[in-house]
Every structure is written in structure tokens, then in C-alpha cells.
């Protein structure tokens, strides 16, 4: 790794646009373990420029999650901190005048191609077999020209400039030189016509003001590199030293997907697992392998840390290890008094049994009904679910029910905000794409989520459920009554967002 010069400074950089995922917390924990290992310190910042999709309950999931397990940070926007603010949606200004900068040195330049023409030029370069990317037909418009589109009202975005030879070499702590050519950069779009910067000059600007010294996170963003490395040039700044980690796996090497694993740390959270077990999981794919223990502390981490120990193959999202580790710290961690204390904070504590009391009273004769009304709020997976269960009394076809499984789950994974608006609204649209009652496709998912063919509302039991353990349950179901084909998902798909029929 490149000699440290400065106070270590690290940060994790999410973006509040869903559920907190278990990728964020494995990338925070070497950021963290990194900082501390060095003296240095660790700042939280929210990436919220996408305004459409970013949300406050998404922001204060992401927080909780991470101090769930463990982790704090020295600056942030809810600690505050003499770098802020740490929300991109409040520091419009400041990216403003550095974007204003580039234009200004001619290292940038306003385009007001249309999105028709930009469609266009990325078909012809598709069918002609190229890579595609801007062609650069804004490069050559005038300060005058440019002054005739702004009074005309034209809306236009600003680019940044990519050198027309040569190579950018970006240095990796774990790759070491990966070289691009500046023909295969494309001329990255930095202000977007709202006046908001994409995440490329933010993230550039941020860094550099907060002094940010390591950059570490994933290998995703390898192929942006040359485009920061070009801004940090244009700007005079020295960059920070970057490390591309290797991402999540599925056991079958696939890419981590919430259509595979449960992905949102919230789902293990709420699954109840413990924090110290999930901090250690991850922290085994920082550790080397020759590492007997396999538990280990947070501390120890810290103090074994070497990012040259994490493997480029990409780790294992095991879940049998996690539940391994979890059954440890259950058995050898906690006295009984403290198992105790564990389990009320995970489900019997006001917060979660209220709203449960609340729609449990109006279904109750006795207490003792409790039980079986409400064993669901307690549980991931339903226990000793079938088929020939899921289908009970079910109206629908079967392959009906399965296309309404995948076009609820899709409808889901696409809100913004989660409530029992959207979990409603959800459902009726689902029958109104499979031209059936609402109450034939209530009763599937009824049984599906809950277990029963009634008991509590169900959009409000949904909605308590939370996302992730709902996306769990009709995963499942789907597996016990067959798993979609990639055939049947594109059907299903074209249904869902087929234009309404006429009445």
C-alpha cells in the first residue's frame, strides 16, 4: 500500500435508497477496522443526490444497522463534525462552485443533447459494434453558442473533458496497475440538468474536503476510477489511495442478490440474530485464512488487520457459517440472564409488540389465542410450509399464484417508502394485472406470510413484517411451488407494466 503521509482518514458512503445491505456493512467494517488500526478515523457520509429514490427512513435504517453491529463513527451527519454537512442534498453549493471551476479551466462543458439523440447515437455505436459512450457533439459549441441555448431555456448537462490519447494507470492496493485507455472512457456527465451533481464530482469533491485519505470499496466502481483520477488532476488535489474490494458471493460465485439471499441486514437483525455474531461473519473475510479461531472480537480485528489478507475470489455469503457462529455466541457468550435480556431487545420490547397487540386484540377470545395468532411476528421462514398448504382453498391457478408472488415482489423491491399505503396498494394492483378479485389474491398471500388462512390484517402485519422477511416468505413460497423461469419472470414482468386495459 502506498506510504501513509497524512492522518488516516476512511468513510463508508452509502446511499439511503432501501434497506441497509449486508455489502454496506461488510465495506464499513474495513473502512472501520482500517482507520483504527492506523490511529485514523472513520466518517459515515449519505449519498442522497438521487432525490427521487433517497429517503429519511431509509437514512436512519442505514444508521441504526451499522451501530447495531458494532460500528461508530467519528464524524457524520448525525454526530455532526468540522467537514460538514455529511449529506450531499445539503452541499448543492459547494459542488456548484467547483463544477462552475471545471468550466471554467476548460476541463468541462456544457452539453444539451436531447435524450432522443443520445438514444440514438448509443444504437448506431451498439450496431456498429463499439463501445458506447458520448461522441462528443457538444465539445464544440462556443461560449457564444452556449449563451444563445441557456437564453433559449434549453436544458443541458455538464460534462467533463477526457484526454483524446494516452492512458490513465490506476494504482490498487490489491490489484496493483490497471491500465485504461482514454478511448474507452466516456465523457462522464457530472452536473445533471437539475442542478445536481452525479455521484462522480460529489464523490471527487467530498473526499478531498472531508481529507479523506484511503478510499476503499467496490470493485464495481474499477471501471470510474480513471474518471476520478482525471477530476483529482483537473482540480490540482492529490487522491487518495485506492482499494477495489472483491464483492459478496452467492455459494454458487454469483454476485450477492436479494433474489437469492436475504440481503438487508435489517432480515438478520430481525431473524434474530445477534450483532457480534454478524460482526464476526463478516470480519472472517478480512482475516487470513490460515486463521484457526474463527471467533474472533472486534478489537481483535482492529489489531490483526491487513488489507493484503483479503482474498480477490470473492467471499462466500454463507449463511449456514452465520447461523454456526450465531448458535456460538448464543450458547457460549450469554448467561441465561443475558439470553434473556438478548431475546427481549430482539422481539419483546414495546416498540415491535405494540403494533402486534394492536391487531392481535380484535382477533382474541382469551390470551391463550395469542400463540398461534401471532407466532408469525416471531419467526423468518413459516415452519412446515407446503405446496399443498400454500394452495389450500386457493382459487387462483397455480401458476396464477406464482406470477402474483413475483409481481408483488417486484412492486416491493420498487417503493420507495415502506407502509401499509404501498403494501395496499401493492396487492390491488396485483389483481388488477391478473384480472382477478381482490379477495382470490388476498387469500395466497395470507397463508403465504402468515401461516393461516386468517387472523391479523393482513396489510398491516406486512407492513410490520418488514420488507425483507415478506421478500424471505414468498421466495419460499415460490420455491415450494416452483421457481420462476427467466421466461415466465419476463412474462410476468410485461404484464405488470403493460399500459391498463380500456374500459
Not at 445491505?21 to 442522497?48: Q, S
Not at 468541462?108 to 459494434?129: G, V
Not at 419472470?489 to 374500459?503: C, G, N, S
Request: proline letters at 5%; hydrophobic letters at 40%.
Amino acid at each position: 500500500m502506498t506510504a501513509i503521509t497524512r492522518p488516516v482518514r476512511t468513510r463508508v458512503a452509502p446511499s439511503p435508497t432501501g434497506d441497509p445491505h449486508v455489502g454496506t456493512a461488510y465495506i464499513a467494517l474495513i473502512n472501520y477496522c482500517f482507520a483504527k488500526k492506523h490511529g485514523g478515523e472513520f466518517l459515515l457520509r449519505i449519498e442522497d443526490t438521487d432525490q427521487a429514490r433517497s429517503t429519511s427512513q431509509s437514512e436512519t435504517m442505514i444508521l441504526e444497522s451499522l451501530r447495531w453491529l458494532g460500528l461508530s463513527w467519528d464524524e457524520g451527519p448525525d454526530v455532526g463534525g468540522p467537514h460538514g454537512p455529511y449529506r450531499q442534498s445539503e452541499r448543492s453549493a459547494i459542488y456548484t462552485t467547483y463544477c462552475d471551476q471545471l468550466l471554467a479551466d476548460g476541463h468541462a462543458f456544457k452539453c444539451y443533447c436531447t435524450p432522443a439523440q443520445l438514444s440514438a447515437s448509443r444504437a448506431a455505436q451498439i450496431a456498429a459494434k463499439q463501445p458506447p459512450k458520448y461522441d462528443g457533439r457538444c465539445l464544440s459549441l462556443t461560449v457564444d453558442d452556449c449563451a444563445k441555448h441557456d437564453a433559449e431555456g434549453l436544458p443541458h448537462v455538464v460534462r467533463m473533458k477526457i484526454p483524446t490519447s494516452g492512458t490513465c494507470v490506476v494504482q490498487d492496493t490489491l490489484r496493483g496497475e490497471i491500465a485504461f485507455d482514454y478511448s474507452v472512457v466516456d465523457m462522464q456527465v457530472l452536473m445533471k440538468s437539475d442542478g445536481l451533481p452525479t455521484y462522480h464530482l460529489a464523490n471527487v469533491v467530498d473526499d478531498h474536503l472531508m481529507g479523506i485519505t484511503h478510499v476503499m470499496r467496490g470493485e464495481e466502481w474499477i471501471s470510474s476510477a480513471p474518471k476520478h483520477l482525471l477530476l483529482y488532476q483537473y482540480f490540482g488535489w492529490e487522491p487518495p489511495v485506492l482499494t477495489h474490494l472483491p464483492l459478496l458471493r452467492n455459494a454458487d460465485k454469483s454476485k450477492l442478490s436479494k433474489r437469492k439471499n436475504p440481503t438487508s441486514i435489517l432480515y438478520y437483525q430481525r431473524a434474530g440474530y445477534v450483532p457480534q455474531a454478524m460482526q464476526n461473519f463478516l470480519g472472517l473475510f478480512i482475516k487470513s485464512a490460515s486463521e484457526e479461531d474463527e471467533k474472533t472480537s472486534l478489537q481483535t480485528l482492529i489489531d490483526e488487520f491487513d488489507v493484503h489478507n483479503i482474498s480477490l475470489g470473492g467471499p462466500v455469503f454463507d449463511t449456514s457459517k452465520l447461523d454456526w457462529l450465531n448458535g456460538r455466541y448464543l450458547r457460549e457468550e450469554l448467561s441465561v440472564s443475558e439470553f434473556l435480556d438478548a431475546v427481549k431487545a430482539w422481539a419483546l420490547n414495546d416498540s415491535y409488540l405494540m403494533p402486534i397487540a394492536e391487531m392481535a386484540q380484535a382477533r382474541i377470545t382469551k390470551m391463550s389465542d395469542l400463540g398461534g395468532l401471532t407466532a408469525m411476528f416471531f419467526m423468518n421462514r413459516i415452519e412446515g410450509m407446503t405446496a399443498d398448504r400454500l394452495r389450500d382453498g386457493v382459487k387462483l391457478e397455480q401458476d396464477a399464484q406464482r406470477a402474483a408472488y413475483t409481481i408483488a415482489l417486484q412492486q416491493f423491491d420498487g417503493m420507495i417508502a415502506w407502509n401499509k399505503e404501498g403494501v395496499e396498494a401493492t396487492l390491488r394492483r396485483t389483481a388488477e394485472v391478473l384480472d382477478a378479485k381482490l379477495k382470490d389474491v388476498i387469500r395466497p398471500f395470507y397463508i403465504a406470510i402468515t401461516g393461516n388462512a386468517q387472523g391479523v390484517p393482513l396489510f398491516d402485519a406486512i407492513t410490520h413484517l418488514g420488507r425483507d422477511i415478506i421478500r424471505e416468505r414468498l421466495r419460499h413460497a415460490m420455491e415450494l411451488l416452483g421457481p420462476a423461469t427467466s421466461k415466465e419472470v419476463k412474462a410476468w414482468t410485461d404484464l405488470l407494466t403493460a399500459p391498463p386495459k380500456a374500459e
